[in-house]
């Protein structure tokens, strides 16, 4: 099973709302990402957790803000968000060496149906 | 810093013909994997083949096959006999052997028509 599942599908909300995204995963992947997708453009990488920890954190603005509870679950809370930030917002899994294996492995990464957000 | 280029935005192609899409990279590394996903206009990103640089032999799966020129650093995906279905956002992808960050190209958008 390469289920990676998202929710909600859809969400609106306000500049002063808070609001939070849930990612989950059943694979026993180690490592999660989170991605913002314009239309017809390619995902831009925003935080990858490996083994619940924040291991990449591209730069993004604070009013996103990610959780890794467990090792299949992933959130990403968003708050006072501007219009700019409407987009599709991908989750991805993918294996992840153990740390001190040194083992070559082909990491694809297997990506959710995303969630729609419009902020008004 | 890696790279990849996919030259063609827009294709289309008839039912049942063959199309190649081309992809690009630049990088200095020598131990790296490819990646062709597919994303229809449902938006689920699908992962349609992998290669990885250190095997000569390009991957197949089923209709859709890679040509891998690792000198030229080229990247094409073929596909035969297309469907309506492949109709789709395809994007080149590279990776860092050992995991990491994708870096996508810009994708491109296949029509397949009737």
């Known amino acids: 099973d390469t289920e990676v599942t998202q929710t909600p599908k859809h969400l609106v909300m306000g500049m002063t709302n808070k609001k939070s995204l849930k990612c989950e995963q059943h694979?026993?992947?180690?490592?999660m990402y989170w991605y913002k997708q314009k239309a017809k453009k390619p995902p831009e990488l925003m935080f990858v957790?490996?083994?619940?920890?924040?291991?990449i954190n591209e730069s993004v603005p604070s009013r996103f803000s990610p959780e890794c509870p467990n090792s299949s679950l992933l959130n990403l809370h968003l708050h006072a968000l501007q219009p700019e930030d409407s987009a599709l917002y991908l989750c991805?899994?993918?294996?992840?060496?153990?740390?001190?294996?040194?083992?070559?492995?082909?990491?694809?990464?297997?990506f959710g149906p995303g969630t729609r957000l419009t902020v008004t | 810093a890696q790279t990849v280029t996919q030259s063609q935005p827009e294709m289309s192609v008839q039912e049942a013909e063959t199309v190649t899409l081309s992809c690009t990279y630049d990088t200095s590394e020598n131990n790296y994997y490819l990646f062709w996903y597919k994303q229809p206009p449902s938006r689920q990103m699908i992962l349609v083949i992998r290669q990885e640089a250190y095997k000569q032999q390009n991957a197949t799966e089923n209709r859709f096959s890679v040509n891998f020129q690792k000198a030229a650093k080229s990247f094409s995906l073929k596909i035969s006999d297309s469907q309506l279905g492949d109709t789709a956002m395809y994007f080149c992808a590279f990776m860092k052997g050992q995991g990491g960050k994708l870096i996508f190209g810009q994708g491109t958008e296949l029509s397949v028509k009737p």
């Open positions: 991805a899994s993918s294996q992840d060496a153990p740390r001190d294996s040194g083992v070559w492995s082909s990491y694809e990464q297997y």
């Open positions: 957790y490996s083994y619940e920890k924040l291991s």
């Open positions: 694979m026993g992947h180690r490592a």
